[in-house]
């Protein structure tokens, strides 16, 4: 669960905040209670950016990583030919 905090607050806990990003609890920052930041681990921007580099039709073959053998994983799958959309003929009345 993150912990939220105004930005006054966190100014002044900053230590205390890297602390818990450090250890993988996100913080999110507010200002006029609306959340404008997170302070979050560096592990976890580096999935954040892998995620955005996969972009949403690399699926989950794009997710993969991080593990011996993954390229030949995501190799494997978008080597995968999908099959076409299914067409509903239409109903007669």
Same mark, same amino acid.
């Given at each position: 669960m993150?912990?939220?905090?105004?930005?006054?607050?966190?100014k002044a806990e900053f230590a205390?905040?890297?602390?818990?990003?450090?250890?993988?609890?996100?913080?999110?920052?507010?200002?006029?209670?609306?959340? /404008? +930041?997170a302070l979050v681990s560096a592990e976890q921007v580096k999935q954040?950016?892998?995620l955005r580099a996969a972009g949403p039709e690399a699926?989950?073959?794009g997710l993969a990583g991080g593990w011996r053998g993954s390229a030949e994983l995501v190799?494997? /799958? +978008?080597?995968?030919?999908?099959?076409?959309?299914r067409r509903v003929p239409k109903r007669r009345r």
């Open positions: 993150a912990r939220t905090l105004s930005a006054a607050r966190a205390q905040c890297v602390r818990k990003a450090e250890g993988g609890e996100a913080v999110v920052i507010t200002r006029h209670g609306k959340p /404008v +930041a954040l950016e892998r699926g989950l073959a190799a494997a /799958v +978008a080597g995968v030919r999908r099959s076409s959309v």
